[in-house]
């Protein structure tokens, strides 16, 4: 009798640990925001640089989230001027009102064990959408919108890469604002160099 309840802990203890460590598939429930934050109407229609609202991803490891302030005295001027705008505004003043946080919901994300500097990429002058693709134009982000699944393999493809620069800058497409609308037909800096990311593996596995 022992040995079946140890025989039944052990089965037991196994199954539990075979599914705690089962990786948790997202649905698409999962990432529906807030409120409904359209990145077309602020930074294509409205021309807002992406570190308007992310002020750290050109001095800090993370982008970041914008403060429900940032949100605030924009849109305790700026009501919107169509009913459904309206409608997603008011929950801006609504969490202002409470003194709550805004609860954004993370799409663009990496495991712990991976360190990546968003200020590292910015300062070198890579574009945000080299990452997270046309994001200006979309009013609402999925998974499905990533440019990049953001592997290793990914990341690494990109490092062995050798990106054309101009004054120790590489050298993209000319944007309006940073991760904003392409200008068309805008003449492109006179090549200097290439640059190539770090091969060293404790750079992004500290």
Request: aromatic share 8%; net charge positive; glycine share 6%.
């Amino acid at each position: 009798m022992r040995k079946i309840l140890l025989g039944l802990s052990s089965l037991i203890a196994g199954v539990m640990i075979f599914y705690l460590f089962q990786p948790q598939v997202a649905v698409a429930e999962d990432f529906q925001q807030p409120i409904a934050f359209s990145h077309k109407t602020h930074a294509s229609d409205n021309k807002v640089p992406c570190e308007f609202c992310h002020i750290y991803a050109r001095r800090s490891n993370s982008s970041g989230i914008p403060p429900l302030v940032t949100c605030n005295q924009c849109h305790s001027v700026i009501k919107g001027t169509k009913d459904d705008q309206k409608k997603e505004i008011k929950k801006i003043e609504e969490y202002w009102n409470k003194k709550q946080p805004v609860p954004w919901k993370k799409i663009h994300d990496l495991p712990d064990f991976v360190h990546f500097s968003h200020k590292r990429h910015v300062q070198a002058g890579f574009d945000c959408t080299e990452c997270h693709g046309e994001i200006s134009n979309l009013d609402v982000i999925t998974m499905d919108d990533m440019k990049a699944d953001l592997s290793m393999g990914w990341c690494v493809d990109c490092h062995k890469k050798e990106h054309i620069t101009s004054g120790d800058k590489v050298i993209g497409q000319v944007r309006e604002t940073r991760g904003g609308p392409v200008v068309q037909n805008a003449p492109q800096p006179k090549q200097d160099g290439t640059l190539q990311g770090s091969k060293d593996c404790y750079i992004c596995h500290k």
